[in-house]
């Protein structure tokens, strides 16, 4: 199954508290902080969720 590597481009600053629970959620606390998810539905809605904020890039195992 593919990974999907998440990379915070930009702060919470003034995001709504959903936004903030997302990106905790996702596993981000600061800018670029960069982690690998599973690409499951649960991950993909949660990232459109906050695409503003991060940057989404495709890895293959």
Do not use: N
């Not at 600053?13 to 629970?21: E, Y």
């Not at 981000?28 to 998810?37: A, D, N, P, Y």
């Not at 499951?40 to 195992?61: C, T």
């Amino acid at each position: 199954m593919a990974k999907l590597k998440i990379t915070q481009v930009k702060g919470l600053v003034g995001g709504t508290q959903r936004q903030k629970d997302t990106m905790r959620t996702l596993g981000l606390r600061r800018i670029g902080q960069t982690v690998e998810r599973e690409d499951r539905p649960e991950v993909v809605g949660a990232v459109r969720a906050v695409r503003h904020l991060v940057k989404v890039e495709e890895v293959e195992d």
